[in-house]
């Protein structure tokens, strides 16, 4: 995207910013390794703020807050580019697999990735609720957050269906974190990657084998709500006791 706009607008300064500079390596000058929630600019710094495939890796209230904080340091515009949460780029990489040859890490984090993403609706009550909040005394921010979380907690869909892909490998599972909401109906795909390995989640009275390199289906409803750990239980080597995660159901 830098490079179309320095392309299309010869006069244009285009500044890449990534939280690690390693990132950043590739990028024409000027760069910047920043943490996006303390950013080191003055506010209206830049004409156009452009966030890209970024706002899909936090939480609705984290998001919120990024939108408000980038929202600072654009004079026109804040533009959004993110993934949308739809069926058809969720079954794409499982599905063409075979014909393009993607490999098992793209396989797992491509549909992990579209279903950590938004609809079209949520993104922008998102972006209407961070643009309220800048317009608060500072104050009130702290309690606006609050509230915000409170809502969200209270109006989500419960009794869903979520199917969440999982991979095991040596010693770790991805994602370590599961999140549901009580009462979802939760459908587990794990794929052990590298040998046998097993899935025991004592809370919900689950222990499943996970042969190597076979999907294994788990389902059960989250009918109460917590922090439930679970952990590999077929010994896979010198690592295994710590080969664990947690499940977290709210309410």
């Not at 984090?109 to 993104?123: H, I, M, T, Y």
Request: charged share 20%.
């Amino acid at each position: 995207m830098g490079k179309c706009l320095r392309r299309r607008f010869r006069n244009a300064t285009v500044v890449s910013l990534d939280t690690r500079s390693f990132h950043l390596r590739d990028a024409p000058g000027p760069r910047v390794a920043a943490d996006a929630f303390q950013l080191p600019f003055l506010p209206e710094a830049f004409d156009f703020v452009f966030c890209s495939s970024f706002l899909h890796h936090f939480s609705d209230l984290e998001v919120i807050q990024l939108i408000a904080e980038l929202r600072r340091f654009a004079r026109r515009a804040l533009i959004v580019l993110d993934l949308e949460r739809h069926p058809l780029p969720y079954h794409f990489l499982t599905t063409t697999q075979r014909l393009f040859g993607w490999s098992a890490l793209t396989v797992h984090d491509g549909p992990v990735s579209v279903a950590a993403g938004f609809r079209p609706e949520e993104l922008a009550q998102l972006a209407h609720i961070a643009i309220a909040m800048t317009q608060l005394c500072p104050g009130l921010v702290a309690m606006a957050l609050f509230a915000v979380t409170i809502y969200s907690a209270q109006n989500a869909p419960s009794g869903a269906h979520a199917q969440i892909t999982v991979t095991a490998r040596k010693y770790a599972f991805s994602p370590e974190v599961i999140k549901a909401r009580q009462g979802d109906h939760i459908k587990l795909v794990i794929t052990a990657l590298d040998r046998d390995h097993g899935f025991k989640l004592e809370a919900f009275h689950i222990n499943q084998k996970l042969p190597k390199g076979e999907a294994v289906t788990i389902e059960f409803t989250a009918d109460q709500a917590g922090t439930f750990p679970f952990e590999c239980s077929h010994f896979c080597g010198l690592g295994h006791q710590k080969m664990k995660g947690q499940l977290t159901v709210s309410q």
